[in-house]
T-cell receptor, first 109, second 118 residues
């Protein structure tokens, strides 16, 4: 079956750095997405990786290793507003999006 | 950027009534829209893929007669929860796909509709 694994919850301190991991087993691979979802709101797009390596976008970076079925989202200079759930999603060979359950990130002052 | 408008943002209804949720792409044409359901602290569950001018494609386990989807134009898709029951209470989110700068088909989500069935 297809599976996306990410930690259920993480806690970090304001101003610090946090890395949220995502591992996947899917039938084929056509890209990996990270979305941010604040409580009670819809997800918003953060990043897209289809080739191995690091994609940097401001305070957020996303890394992909296709051979390892692994990605991480790196958040730097954490702010209180970064408290949210972070969803990892993989597009499989049929171009279907497989969603992880999300990682709830709690930022403490 | 792409904007998807979803309405209503929340609705409370009595058991047995029907509720319609609208999803509009405001500044782009969406030949395909997706409807998701999300339970608290759980991931997004794809319910159906809405195709403009044709019948929606439902995921396994989703009752098409229960969740009626109409995609009559390139900017509007509707989801109607028929004869709603308390177990239908959930957060429903629509999304539309658009090609982003990176070349990927990025999903833009509506704000979601929280349905509570009494």
């Amino acid at each position: 079956g297809q599976n996306i694994d990410q930690p259920t919850e993480m806690t970090a301190t304001e101003g610090a750095i946090v890395q949220i991991n995502c591992t996947y087993q899917t039938s084929g691979f056509n890209g990996l997405f990270w979305y941010q979802q604040h409580a009670g709101e819809a997800p918003t797009f953060l990043s897209y990786n289809v080739l191995d390596g690091l994609e940097e976008k401001g305070r957020f970076s996303s890394f992909l290793s296709r051979s390892k079925g692994y990605s991480y989202l790196l958040l730097k200079e954490l702010q209180m507003k970064d408290s949210a759930s972070y969803l990892c999603a993989v597009r499989d060979s049929n171009y279907q999006l497989i969603w992880g359950a999300g990682t709830k990130l709690i930022i403490k002052p | 950027g792409a904007v998807v408008s979803q309405h209503p943002s929340w609705v409370i209804c009595k058991s047995g009534t029907s509720v319609k949720i609208e999803c509009r792409s405001l500044d782009f044409q969406a030949t395909t829209m997706f409807w998701y359901r999300q339970f608290p602290k759980q991931s997004l569950m794809l319910m159906a893929t809405s195709n403009e001018g044709s019948k929606a494609t439902y995921e396994q386990g989703v009752e098409k007669d229960k969740f009626l989807i109409n995609h009559a134009s390139l900017t509007l898709s509707t989801l109607t929860v028929t004869s709603a029951h308390p177990e239908d209470s959930s957060f429903y989110i629509c999304s539309a796909s658009q090609t982003g700068i990176s070349g990927a088909n990025v999903l833009t989500f509506g704000a979601g509709s929280r349905l509570t069935v009494l």
